[in-house]
């Protein structure tokens, strides 16, 4: 997504959607790996959404495609669609 974003102006509009997208889908793949209690699996499914949009936003930065101040914040976003994913995740998985 990165990389088309960075040469397509339509995909990177839908660089917060997606981003989160992506975060609330690794939530969600940590619970259906780990299959933990409720606070491992919120946990897990927060640092695996973090470290997610922590990734795609920086390559997006040193690509110059999105502004450094952004890393604080999306990635806060990320690590809250990820716990979101991983509760989603816990009521799915049982």
């Keep these: 997504m990165v990389v088309a974003g960075h040469y397509s102006a339509e995909v990177q509009g839908l ?32 640092l695996s959404g973090g ?6 936003i920086a390559a997006s930065v040193v ?11 999306g990635t806060l976003a990320s690590v809250i669609t990820g716990a979101i994913g991983g509760g989603i995740g816990k009521l799915v998985f049982r």
């Design 15 to 46: 660089f917060a959607v997606g981003g989160m997208g992506f975060s609330l889908i690794a939530g969600l793949v940590f619970v259906w790996l780990a299959r933990a209690g409720w606070r491992s699996d919120l946990l897990g499914g927060a």
């Design 63 to 73: 690509l110059g495609d999105v502004p450094a101040a952004l890393l604080a914040f």
């Design 51 to 56: 470290a997610c949009g922590l990734l795609g």
